[in-house]
């Protein structure tokens, strides 16, 4: 393989083809967009909500790496599991208020999904507990060893780290609201993904995520209890139905969660850029996996290889809504491309424009000293050959050239 990698490098297009390089790049952009549409037909219907959170209103508190993570699981699902760029909603920063992920949620994920459709939960950002003393029960107890509600926090934080020490009201979700919103999605074949601190604790409606600190003196909102009194009603579930749910799993298909709830899972800094642990490797074995691997099993390799590089030594773990699921591969989907390390998404002239969201990051350095890759169609024959400009990598983000 000619390569500085000694491993092989396979490079995919648009998720799927670049197609003969004889033809010109138009009818190079035009099969491959051809061929990705065709995956994104394919039944079941597959729909994901992505959220990110670097930046908070009236905070200084920044994370690095939430906007990194949800641009690797939109890449990952659209170009390696066939999933419709039009279903894949993001918020970011700004985006991403209690309104904007609420409203997400309920519009693109409850409303629009259907039996045996796939759906995804993506969320990265600050977390905290609040005070929900009155929904303390003998679950509670048992998962948290306290009455504090975890929650993940908006982008219109009203209650920044400082203030949450004096005290005061918290416009935080909780995480018995996301247990509840999981509940009203009409299929059983979701995913959550909680890259976040503590985030095993998050599997039954009580999650800690990276992290500002809360405590009793941080009380849940008027607001967050009149919209899970809402969910309810929805559901179809009275309080004493919603304890019982909690005591026998996850609401519905599969939660992935980045660290079990005594960990602290890492804003990672990596070679150029930033992203949480889990979700940089995760995203890149998936990139890298040859063939349908029962999740269960891909979790319990992606966890060994997290706690090596984590700053934190987390380890990853999921709980699966019913046994069965767990032999299911992940997002409830067999992989729709072969094993790659990057995508082409963009081709202008014999330029193209990279994202090497398949690499490790031992490997990264070295696409900074020119690298060269080949290039395969959906049957995983050879079709040429690109090489990456020298020092063009911002992230995982990367230029190169075609090469006849």
């Not at 990051?361 to 024959?381: E, M, N």
């Amino acid at each position: 393989m000619m390569s500085h990698i000694k491993r092989r490098q396979f490079l995919q297009f648009a998720g799927s083809t670049l197609a003969t390089l004889g033809l010109s790049h138009l009818d190079v952009m035009r099969k491959g967009d051809r061929y990705g549409k065709v995956l994104a037909q394919s039944t079941p219907r597959k729909l994901a909500l992505l959220v990110g959170i670097n930046a908070y209103q009236n905070s200084s508190d920044r994370l690095a790496g939430c906007i990194t993570d949800v641009e690797m699981q939109q890449h990952l699902l659209i170009h390696r599991f066939g999933f419709n760029k039009k279903d894949v909603h993001i918020l970011t920063d700004a985006q991403a208020t209690r309104e904007g992920i609420l409203g997400a949620f309920d519009e693109y994920l409850i409303g629009q999904a259907k039996p045996g459709d796939v759906v995804v939960f993506h969320f990265s950002g600050h977390g905290s507990r609040v005070d929900d003393s009155p929904e303390c029960d003998e679950v509670v107890l048992k998962l948290s060893e306290s009455c504090l509600n975890s929650t993940i926090v908006p982008a219109d934080n009203s209650l920044p780290l400082v203030a949450r020490r004096r005290g005061g009201i918290a416009s935080d979700i909780t995480g018995h609201t996301l247990f509840l919103l999981a509940s009203a999605v009409k299929t059983e074949n979701l995913t959550m993904v909680l890259d976040s601190c503590h985030a095993g604790g998050g599997k039954r409606g009580n999650l800690n995520v990276r992290a500002l600190d809360g405590g009793v003196q941080v009380k849940v909102s008027p607001v967050e209890k009149e919209y899970q009194r809402q969910l309810l009603s929805r559901v179809n579930l009275s309080p004493d139905e919603y304890i019982q749910a909690r005591r026998a799993g996850v609401a519905k298909g599969i939660v992935i969660a980045a660290a079990d709830r005594k960990q602290l899972a890492a804003d990672q800094r990596f070679n150029g850029f930033a992203a949480g642990a889990f979700t940089y490797v995760m995203t890149q074995y998936l990139w890298q996996q040859t063939g349908d691997e029962p999740v269960a099993s891909a979790i319990a390799n992606i966890a060994r290889t997290t706690n090596q590089i984590s700053s934190t030594g987390q380890i990853p773990e999921y709980e699966a809504k019913q046994k069965s699921n767990e032999e299911e591969p992940a997002y409830f989907l067999n992989q729709q491309t072969l094993p790659a390390e990057a995508v082409i998404t963009k081709v202008e002239g014999d330029g193209v424009q990279l994202w090497l969201g398949g690499v490790n990051s031992q490997s990264i350095p070295a696409f900074d000293r020119g690298a060269i890759l080949t290039v395969i169609d959906a049957q995983g024959k050879e079709q040429g050959l690109v090489q990456l400009e020298a020092n063009s990598r911002k992230g995982l983000t990367a230029r190169g050239k075609l090469l006849n």
